[in-house]
């Protein structure tokens, strides 16, 4: 599996685990704490796993 695809799927589950627990939340499935831990983990992978392949051409070959 390409690096590239690996970082956009790290990336989306991440962005789920920022999405889903508000979700959770909203209906009162998850409470404030559980939310705030699942969200900041989320944030964290988001940011650091994004810039890599965001902006980025699929069909480019990378230069390594």
Same mark, same amino acid.
């Given at each position: ?5 690996? &970082?956009?799927?790290?990336?989306? @589950?991440?962005?789920? &685990? ?18 705030? @831990?699942?969200? &900041? ?5 988001? +940011?650091?796993?994004?810039? +890599? ?12």
């Amino acid at each position: 599996m390409n690096t590239s695809y690996t &970082l956009k799927l790290v990336s989306w @589950i991440c962005l789920a &685990l920022v999405l889903v627990p508000s979700v959770l939340a909203a209906s009162g499935i998850l409470g404030l704490g559980s939310i705030k @831990i699942v969200a &900041l983990i989320g944030t964290i992978g988001w +940011f650091a796993t994004t810039p +890599f392949w965001l902006g980025k051409d699929p069909d480019e070959p990378s230069a390594q």
